[in-house]
């Protein structure tokens, strides 16, 4: 599914957050995550604010609709937290931060993720953004900034967003995703078609740097990959298994490998300094 191209700014994408809270009464406007009847999250149901780990934990886990705002600060652990259906989760500017704390999306749907510092989680913990389920669909992860370090070999840390076991009409959009080895993994693993044929995910305008790989790492399903910069960094845009992905409008700059293949093709449009691409061209062309 093409979405229209928005002009690329990348002075906006520098910006760490958004300088306002997010509203919690917006759902979302760009990508795979518009479709399917739009993902909402806790839109109509009850407005929560919390302030601490404990209290978030217990505000996120069951699938009645709620919009749940996160006080600013800095919250520190080694563990993971689920995100029940029908959720919408918020960080008060300037952002609260999650210093080792993954969230997870697991089987459960129609879920907004906006505002927030997630970084160095564990690989014995998870990824620091996770989602999956083979009835997962409408997931929107926006303004969201990912992070960890490259000071340590590359499995000490998990992936940074990885979307799993048939996801579908997920949007990443206006995030930063930086100083990691394990970028964005899209398909669980090359064996895993019979579910991961129709993931469908847009990222747009996101901000990605020093990644070694997986930007994203796309397997078997469709992807847009509209209006991103990509800064010094290893592997560009990963097509695999026989993915389909739309690059279109990016901006590549000091990366080894903008658009490269596994078996998977891509239709490479407007784009600035994708050479080398050495993916096949998609016969139709994605869309």
């Not at 490259?150 to 959009?173: A, R």
Request: glycine share 12%; hydrophobic share 40%; with cysteine.
């Amino acid at each position: 599914m093409k979405f229209s191209t928005i002009g690329l700014s990348v002075l906006s994408l520098l910006a760490p957050l958004v300088a306002a809270t997010p509203s919690g009464s917006q759902a979302a406007n760009l990508g795979y995550a518009t479709l399917n009847g739009g993902t909402k999250g806790g839109i109509g149901g009850a407005t929560t604010t919390v302030s601490s780990l404990a209290a978030l934990k217990t505000a996120v886990a069951d699938d009645t609709a709620r919009v749940v705002f996160l006080a600013a600060g800095t919250y520190t652990g080694n563990e993971i937290v689920k995100i029940g259906a029908n959720k919408s989760l918020i960080g008060i500017s300037p952002g609260p931060s999650l210093v080792g704390i993954g969230l997870r999306v697991l089987d459960k749907s129609n879920v907004i993720i906006r505002n927030l510092k997630i970084s160095k989680v564990l690989a014995a913990t998870g990824d620091a953004i996770g989602i999956q389920g083979t009835t997962v669909k409408n997931i929107w992860v926006d303004q969201v900034e990912l992070f960890s370090d490259k000071d340590h070999d590359k499995d000490y840390y998990d992936g940074l967003l990885d979307i799993t076991h048939g996801v579908q009409y997920v949007s990443v959009t206006y995030c930063k995703l930086h100083d990691h080895y394990k970028g964005s993994l899209v398909g669980h693993s090359d064996s895993n078609g019979s579910e991961d044929t129709v993931i469908t995910v847009t990222y747009a305008l996101n901000y990605w740097y020093n990644i070694g790989s997986r930007m994203p790492s796309f397997r078997f399903g469709k992807g847009h990959i509209l209006n991103n910069y990509f800064l010094n960094s290893d592997d560009g845009v990963n097509t695999r298994q026989g993915a389909q992905v739309l690059v279109e409008g990016n901006v590549f700059s000091g990366v080894g490998k903008p658009v490269f293949e596994d078996g998977g093709c891509a239709t490479v449009i407007n784009n600035t300094n994708a050479s080398p691409n050495t993916a096949p061209a998609c016969s139709p062309a994605a869309t």
